[in-house]
């Protein structure tokens, strides 16, 4: 009876069979993962106590190979990516990266309505600096009219991958 496929993030299967079946050390795989998933904003403990977690999780469950290192030698592992898991349908990652947009939009609007709600302020406290301002007003509303427009764009497409999806 064969062990069932195990359930990997997308970061983290890319950088395994990115490895291509070379050995590796859990800083390694630490630094790879950290440099694709920097744009996600995860902090750098929380990489480490996700690789901690799945690099015990994979090990038990015999999807990566320990290798034995010497006292001086950092432990090593080697992912064979033969057989192993399989990445998550296009669908499902298309989805991730989505949300990720999503997400990323929405933090960018909300930090450029506060933009503009502290132009409204400039400008009702000191009604001399308006004209100089209402540039940069102006800017930043256009600003916020484009990223509200790309996230009822993402929400559709959402909506729509997932009607699919499932």
Same mark, same amino acid.
């Given at each position: 009876m064969t062990s069932p496929r195990p359930r990997i993030e997308s970061t983290l299967l890319r950088v395994l069979h990115s490895r291509d079946g070379s050995p590796f050390t859990h800083k390694e795989l630490v630094h790879a993962y950290r440099a694709l998933e920097e744009e996600h904003g995860r902090s750098a403990r929380a990489s480490?106590?996700?690789?901690? !977690?799945?690099?015990?999780?994979? @090990?038990k469950a015999g999807w990566l190979e320990v290798i034995k290192a010497t006292a001086k030698q950092p432990q090593l592992y080697r992912w064979e990516p033969a057989e192993q898991a399989e990445s998550p349908p296009a669908a499902v990652e298309a989805l991730?990266?989505?949300?990720q947009k999503l997400q990323?939009? !929405?933090?960018?609007?909300?930090? @450029?309505?506060?933009?503009?709600e502290a132009y409204d302020e400039i400008c009702a406290d000191l009604p001399q600096l308006q004209p100089s301002v209402q540039r940069q007003y102006d800017a930043a509303r256009d600003r916020s009219l484009k990223l509200l427009g790309r996230i009822r764009a993402l929400e559709t497409l959402i909506a729509t991958q997932s009607s699919s999806a499932a």
């Open positions: 480490l106590q996700f690789i901690n !977690r799945n690099l015990a999780r994979l @090990t991730t990266v989505l949300r990323h939009h !929405r933090v960018e609007l909300l930090s @450029t309505l506060g933009e503009t």
